[in-house]
């Protein structure tokens, strides 16, 4: 299955990562949708999503996606939340969701760092794609693509779009 990953777009998700999303069998959203109540409907209007609240995220969002989800994918164990932390600084109730469920894969936001790597001590990948929207400090707008085949990630594309795109 050919998945894009977002997280963080603060009610922004324009043309750019809309392209780039374009060929994907599947959107992730790792939380902070942001916008308004109808916002998730720009996103979930372009491909199926499977998504999670943030903590920015108010009622309307909480009301259709969970704090967290854990689920199989192409052979391969997911455990989705916003707040993570990152390998050997996990945030304690993510930390927990990883001992109790043993995901191959985890996938958080919030920190609006694009990171992905190998967590030996849990014997997963740890991804998260940075942030889409403009709200936050960093500078580089990121996304992420990938395929799963057969329990193994494949395949792994970094969007990058300039925060203040230079006229």
């Known amino acids: 299955m050919y998945i894009g990953l977002l997280s963080d777009t ?17 959107i992730w959203h790792a939380g902070d949708w942001g916008g308004d109540a109808d916002f998730p ?3 979930t209007s372009v491909k199926p999503v499977v998504g999670v609240y943030g903590n920015c995220d108010g009622n309307p969002v909480r009301l259709d996606y969970p704090a967290y989800q854990f689920f199989e994918c192409e052979g391969m164990s997911v455990l989705m939340t916003h707040i993570g932390g990152s390998p050997g600084h996990y945030d304690p109730r993510a930390r927990a969701l990883i001992e109790s469920l043993r995901p191959q894969l985890f996938v958080c ?8 790597v190998a967590d030996s001590r849990y014997d997963m990948m740890y991804v998260n794609p940075g942030a889409a929207g403009f709200q936050g400090w960093h500078l580089i707008r990121t996304a992420l693509r ?22």
């Open 146 to 167: 990938f395929r799963i085949e057969s329990g193994r990630l494949k395949d792994m594309e970094v969007f990058e779009l300039e925060k203040f795109a230079k006229k």
């Open 10 to 26: 603060h009610g922004v998700f324009d043309s750019e990562f809309r392209d780039f999303l374009e060929p994907v069998d599947q």
């Open 109 to 116: 936001g919030h920190s609006h760092i694009l990171k992905v």
């Open 41 to 43: 409907s720009l996103i």
